[in-house]
């Protein structure tokens, strides 16, 4: 069973920036049907980034223009870039990948397999 590797996280003031990775322990690319959530104590999972290729990605409207999804090591990597950080943004932050074909030209609806979890607080 392939499993998600998270990295990243801590504890930063506002304004201030992390960065999350996560690979796949098989080494297999994760390059697209990926995702990045997050919950927030009290609240629902929200998705962050929803990457269906490299070049359609879709951001939360609260996090455009601050957060940024790449990929590194040759494409399997990805990352979470999180910058001018908000106490808003605290949460447990997960990533996730959805089955797909073998050219990633179409993705499951589902996320199938997740990520531990790397907790991000972000004080005032």
């Known amino acids: 069973q392939v499993q998600l590797v998270q990295s990243g996280g801590g504890t930063v003031q506002a304004g201030g920036s992390l960065r999350l990775t996560c690979a796949a322990s098989s080494g297999a690319s994760v390059r697209a049907c990926m995702g990045w959530f997050r919950q927030a104590p009290g609240k629902e999972r929200e998705a962050v980034a929803i990457?269906?290729?490299?070049?359609?990605?879709n951001y939360a409207d609260s996090v455009k223009g601050r957060f940024t999804v790449s990929l590194e090591a040759g494409n399997i990597v990805l990352v979470l870039q999180m910058t001018n950080l908000e106490p808003d943004d605290t949460g447990l932050y997960y990533c996730?990948?959805?089955?797909?074909?073998?050219?990633?030209?179409?993705?499951?609806?589902?996320?199938?397999?997740w990520g531990p979890g790397s907790q991000v607080t972000v004080s005032s």
């Open positions: 990457i269906n290729t490299p070049d359609d990605i």
């Open positions: 996730a990948a959805r089955r797909h074909t073998s050219n990633f030209n179409s993705c499951a609806t589902q996320y199938n397999i």
